[in-house]
T-cell receptor, first 115, second 110 residues
Framework: GAGVSQSPRYKVAKRGQDVALRCDPI?????LFWYQQALGQGPEFLTY????????KSGLPSDRFFAERPEGSVSTLKIQRTQQEDSAVYLC?????????????FGEGSRLTVL | GENVEQHPSTLSVQEGDSAVIKCTYS??????FPWYKQELGKRPQLIID?????GEKKDQRIAVTLNKTAKHFSLHITETQPEDSAVYFC?????????FGTGTSLTVIP
């Protein structure tokens, strides 16, 4: 596809369930970011991949959050034992450059609601 | 870490008037400042950006100014149109980190 694709667009989970959110970046993009966006707030950094290497995971809020990008393209953000405070939109972004040398292209996000 | 503050949180202007959104940042090492527009339920999209070696950049009705000494940067939209209505986010970047402001909801009244 032409842009960053995320699935599912909407996910409702019961507290305690595990969820997996998928990101298909723009083909060939080296950098991939995950952000968490709470209602009425700006995106907050979760983690960054350069190809398959997770170079920065300092924004992951707890050890229940895990991200991977095993082949340097598709990435999955997994949240274990979901809590209500995990409810947010999870945005994926990719960039052709490394660091901040290229434009960030965002996906439309996965809206997670934890009941 | 970097702290980005954005003002105002909401802004209403008459069609044709100008809109100005301001951001401040705390880390003088930040060297890249993009602005994103996010329409309701849509993805954020880059509208303009500026690097720290430039003081001003303009693209048609949109301009961004950067004052490195004061650590603030601003978005200026002239001749606003209803389709400019959206939430605008500023960001400051160091390396692979992008720190976003809390957003400004702009409403252009026809």
């Amino acid at each position: 596809g032409a842009g960053v694709s995320q699935s599912p667009r909407y996910k409702v989970a019961k507290r305690g369930q595990d969820v997996a959110l998928r990101c298909d970046p723009i083909s060939g993009h080296v950098s991939l970011f995950w952000y968490q966006q709470a209602l009425g707030q700006g995106p907050e950094f979760l983690t960054y991949f350069q190809n398959e290497a997770q170079l920065d995971k300092s924004g992951l809020p707890s050890d229940r959050f895990f991200a991977e990008r095993p082949e340097g393209s598709v990435s999955t953000l997994k949240i274990q034992r979901t809590q209500q405070e995990d409810s947010a939109v999870y945005l994926c972004a990719s960039s052709s450059g490394t660091a901040n040398t290229g434009e960030l292209f965002f996906g439309e996000g996965s809206r997670l609601t934890v009941l | 870490g970097e702290n980005v503050e954005q003002h105002p949180s909401t802004l209403s202007v008459q069609e044709g008037d100008s809109a100005v959104i301001k951001c401040t940042y705390s880390d003088s090492a930040s060297n890249y400042f993009p602005w994103y527009k996010q329409e309701l339920g849509k993805r954020p999209q880059l509208i303009i950006d500026i690097r720290s070696n430039v003081g001003e950049k303009k693209d048609q009705r949109i301009a961004v100014t950067l004052n490195k000494t004061a650590k603030h940067f601003s978005l200026h939209i002239t001749e606003t149109q209803p389709e400019d209505s959206a939430v605008y986010f500023c960001a400051a970047s160091i390396g692979n980190q992008f720190y976003f402001g809390t957003g400004t909801s702009l409403t252009v009244i026809p």
